[in-house]
């Protein structure tokens, strides 16, 4: 696990666009796999996106298609590009990197705890 700095949330309309951005300093790219994780108020833990071990992009069937991630060479800075956005995205957003077991056990569990969000940035989408 490294910490993470998330950055970029706010408060937009609905249909809207963010991109949020969350960094570490990762020494070996390789190592570690990242993704973006959010929870509203009075919910469970919704996994969002991640970049998985073969390098492939994942994303939960409700951001599908309106949700780009996406890391750059170093490895050190994920994305989230996120546009049309709902009412439903509302919520803190964090972002984790971890070797890429605990990532997928992460992304399948949303009850398990977790000990190395960030700080998290929260978006906010209303009418």
């Known amino acids: 696990q490294l910490p993470m700095v998330e950055s970029g949330g706010g408060s937009v309309e609905t249909g809207g666009s963010l991109t949020l951005s969350c960094s570490a300093a990762?020494?070996?790219?390789?190592?570690?796999?990242l993704g973006w994780f959010r929870q509203a108020p009075g919910q469970e833990r919704e996994a969002v996106a991640r970049?998985?071990?073969?390098?492939?992009?994942n994303y939960a069937a409700s951001v599908k298609g309106r949700f780009t991630v996406s890391q750059d060479d170093s490895g050190n800075t994920l994305r989230l590009h996120m546009r049309d956005l709902k009412s439903e995205d509302t919520a803190m957003y964090h972002c984790?990197?971890?070797?890429?077991?605990?990532?997928?056990?992460?992304?399948?569990?949303?009850?398990?705890?977790?000990?190395?969000w960030g700080q998290g940035t929260q978006v906010t989408v209303s009418s």
């Open positions: 990762i020494s070996s790219r390789n190592a570690y796999c």
């Open positions: 984790a990197a971890d070797s890429c077991n605990v990532l997928a056990y992460l992304w399948t569990n949303s009850r398990v705890e977790y000990d190395y």
């Open positions: 970049i998985d071990s073969a390098g492939s992009p």
